[in-house]
Nanobody, 114 residues
Framework: VQLQASGGGLVQAGGSLRLSCAAS????????MGWSRQPPGKQRAVIAT???????TYADSVRGRFTISRDNAKNTVFLQMDGLKPEDTAVYYC?????????WGQGTQVTVSS
């Protein structure tokens, strides 16, 4: 399984970005996909997850501003980020976990200017 993340960039505070994560390979059975982020000088942390049944979870820091969704037909997961704040600046990573293991995409940089 390979994951390809895209959609990062530079945006002003209050703006929006949409990240995409396209998965290639076999994603079948029970699995969870999600997004983590790593701000400068800090540890990577999970911010949003979506199960194969579309159940979602969010970190407190992004709940109400970010929305995770998926297109099963295209094996793609999205992260819609609205109301961005400077503290959202980070490298964002998508991932998928299933019986065979956990898979990570390459990071995509999101920078929010004040």
């Amino acid at each position: 399984v390979q994951l390809q993340a895209s959609g990062g960039g530079l945006v002003q505070a209050g703006g929006s970005l949409r990240l995409s994560c396209a998965a290639s390979g076999s994603i079948t059975g029970r699995h969870v996909m999600g997004w983590s982020r790593q701000p400068p000088g800090k540890q990577r942390a999970v911010i949003a997850t979506i199960e194969d049944n579309r159940t979602t979870t969010y970190a407190d820091s992004v709940r109400g501003r970010f929305t995770i969704s998926r297109d099963n037909a295209k094996n793609t997961v999205f992260l819609q980020m609205d109301g961005l704040k400077p503290e959202d600046t980070a490298v964002y990573y998508c991932w998928a976990t299933m019986r065979s293991g956990i898979y990570w995409g390459q990071g995509t940089q999101v920078t929010v200017s004040s």
